[in-house]
């Protein structure tokens, strides 16, 4: 990772302290990732083994956040952080919170899939529309956590943009999910369970858009929080 922008301290324990909490952050992450993988999969294949291992999952996740937290707060009272580094702990504590939601959701979409885990599944692949999504959803992630990773914050606006088509393949789901709802009302209870899987993973996008809001505050000082993506680029660009 690149420690260019940490600050240089006549304490090397200090370094050893902002590096250590954002190894944490990319090993929370990556489990998160891992999550909405597996939950994805679990409900599209039936895989109840798998869908367990996410909710299991969930208490790791849950330590984490709260460890790391810890570690920052403790920074915060015995180090006297400023600038960059100060900004680095304020965004690590706002990152990992976004993390746990989503990991949570990641569990939400896990445990439907164990709900659905003893009812007649077409042998068609009608859960290709969640895949796909799911597929967006961990790319916006990942890429999150690489600009976090890496401090640099050129890539933001191609991850924050990948959201429209997020938001599109949500807008569709619904579309589909009502026009089998209305072709067959058997299929009402199962459509219904979809629906909340899409807006699950809608709202990881989200999210995800959020981590790299963060990280842009960390890098340039500036809140971008609730600006339009092309105020966002406009701002990035200055």
Not at 12 to 22: A, M, P
Request: aromatic content about 4%; hydrophobic content about 45%.
């Amino acid at each position: 990772m690149d420690n260019s922008k940490i600050g240089l301290h006549i304490s090397g324990q200090f370094n050893k302290e902002l590096e250590d909490v954002r190894n944490k952050v990319l090993a929370m992450g990556g489990l998160v990732e891992q999550q909405i993988e597996l939950a994805v999969t679990a409900f599209s294949t039936g895989d109840m083994e798998m869908a367990d291992l996410v909710i299991k999952q969930d208490d790791q996740v849950d330590t984490l956040e709260m460890a790391i937290d810890q570690e920052c707060m403790q920074i915060l009272a015995l180090r006297q952080a400023e600038a960059f580094d100060l900004r680095l702990l304020i965004t690590v504590i706002k990152v990992i919170n976004e993390l746990e939601h989503i990991g949570d959701l990641a569990e939400q979409i896990a445990k439907i899939a164990v709900h659905l885990s003893n009812t007649e599944r077409s042998k068609s692949n009608q859960y290709y529309e969640l895949e796909h999504m799911g597929e967006l959803v961990q790319n916006m992630l990942h890429g999150a956590l690489d600009v976090f990773a890496r401090m640099n914050i050129e890539d933001v606006i191609t991850i924050t943009g990948w959201d429209k088509n997020v938001d599109r393949e949500y807008d569709n789901i619904i579309r589909l999910l009502i026009i089998r709802m209305m072709a067959d009302p058997r299929n009402i209870n199962r459509m219904l369970d979809m629906l909340w899987i899409a807006r699950s993973l809608e709202r990881i996008g989200d999210l995800a858009c959020n981590v790299c809001e963060h990280i842009v505050y960390m890098v340039k000082g500036e809140d971008v929080r609730h600006l339009t993506q092309r105020e966002l680029e406009k701002k990035l660009k200055e």
